[in-house]
């Protein structure tokens, strides 16, 4: 298990990192060995990732117990990114505390981030939902304004939504 960290930065669409960003113990991750929760990982598992297949984990970082909401039947910090569609089709992440319907209370959980040798995009209990920043590397490189970012530019095109709330 990797050790605590104060690194992690998640973009949360106002133009600047936070440090919102987890998935809660109970979360269950995709792996080869199938769905496991996420207190459960240790590095070197192979887990599921949308662009690139089965890949190891590099380090699972304990960031505490911190105050998490539920959406889609997730525990996560509120600046996780889950994968959506955009109004045009393209792929975006957007931080869960957009998809929160009313003014969801926040409950505190112990709370992971999962490390790989970049930045992946992972399944948790059939949501996709991306990984830590991999350390020394950008996960997201601003494109102007406090509009989108392309998350990826080694893969499909994947952008950060400001806000956008699902019904």
């Given at each position: 298990m990797g050790r605590p960290i104060r690194d992690?930065?998640?973009?949360?669409?106002?133009?600047?990192?936070?440090?919102?960003?987890?998935?809660?113990?109970?979360?269950?991750?995709?792996?080869?060995?199938?769905?496991?929760?996420?207190?459960?990982?240790?590095?070197?598992d192979l887990v599921l990732t949308r662009d690139s297949g089965y890949r190891p984990l590099r380090a699972?970082?304990?960031?505490?117990p911190l105050p998490c909401l539920q959406v889609a039947g997730l525990w996560l910090r509120p600046g996780?990114?889950?994968?959506?569609?955009?109004?045009?089709?393209?792929e975006v992440l957007i931080p869960a505390h957009h998809?929160?319907?009313?003014?969801?209370?926040?409950?505190?959980r112990l709370v992971f981030a999962l490390r790989f040798d970049r930045?992946?995009?992972?399944?948790?209990?059939?949501?996709?939902t991306e990984s830590a920043p991999a350390p020394g590397l950008p996960a997201r490189r601003r494109i102007g304004?406090?509009?989108?970012?392309?998350?990826?530019?080694?893969?499909?095109?994947?952008?950060v939504a400001a806000v956008r709330r699902l019904a």
């Open positions: 992690i930065a998640f973009w949360d669409g106002s133009g600047q990192g936070t440090r919102t960003g987890g998935l809660a113990a109970t979360v269950r991750i995709a792996t080869r060995r199938g769905l496991l929760p996420v207190a459960t990982l240790r590095p070197g699972l970082c304990p960031l505490g996780q990114g889950l994968l959506d569609r955009g109004p045009e089709g393209e998809l929160a319907t009313g003014a969801p209370p926040l409950t505190r930045h992946e995009i992972l399944l948790a209990d059939g949501q996709w304004g406090a509009g989108p970012v392309d998350v990826f530019p080694q893969n499909r095109k994947i952008r």
